[in-house]
């Protein structure tokens, strides 16, 4: 069975996650809040944590975030040529995330699978909907999680 992989999309992929494995090792040395031992380092050190924490934290999951959102672009793409039903298909991949999550997180704080499954569930309202409607419902729920926020503020 020939698959017709994006060989750049599967580096970058490969690197993020890579860069996700160095953010998990800082995590291992100071803890998933690092507050406490971050406190007695050198001006220097400060510095490289610093450095480390935008460029390895700070990265690695928004490439690999950006990357989640092309793949599941792909997916129904490719699901779509196979002439299958595209959200059924979306829906279990979505409760194997999950369910994979669940087991994950409890081992490790820092899980994404569960996120991702989650976020998965909420994107399959919008497979089959026009550029426009794509346009405008986050801009709606951003106006709906900016008046939440408001709302929360003033009680």
Do not use: C
Not at 115 to 130: C, E
Not at 133 to 145: A, G, H, R, S, Y
Request: glycine residues 6%; without cysteine; charged residues 20%.
């Amino acid at each position: 069975m020939a698959t017709n992989r994006v060989t750049f999309i599967d580096t970058m992929r490969g690197f993020s996650l890579f860069g996700i494995l160095m953010a998990n090792l800082l995590i291992f040395q100071y803890g998933m809040s690092r507050s406490d031992a971050v406190k007695d380092l050198s001006a220097i050190d400060n510095v490289y944590f610093r450095l480390l924490e935008i460029f390895i934290d700070g990265s690695f999951m928004p490439i690999f975030t950006i990357l989640f959102g092309y793949s599941f672009i792909k997916l129904i793409e490719s699901i779509r040529k196979k002439k299958e039903k595209s959200l059924w298909f979306i829906f279990r991949r979505a409760t194997g995330l999950i369910a994979l999550g669940l087991l994950h997180s409890q081992l490790w704080k820092g899980d994404f699978l569960l996120i991702y499954g989650i976020m998965t569930l909420l994107l399959i309202p919008f497979i089959n909907r026009k550029p426009k409607t794509l346009f405008i419902k986050p801009l709606q729920m951003e106006n709906w999680v900016i008046l939440l926020k408001l709302r929360g503020m003033m009680s």
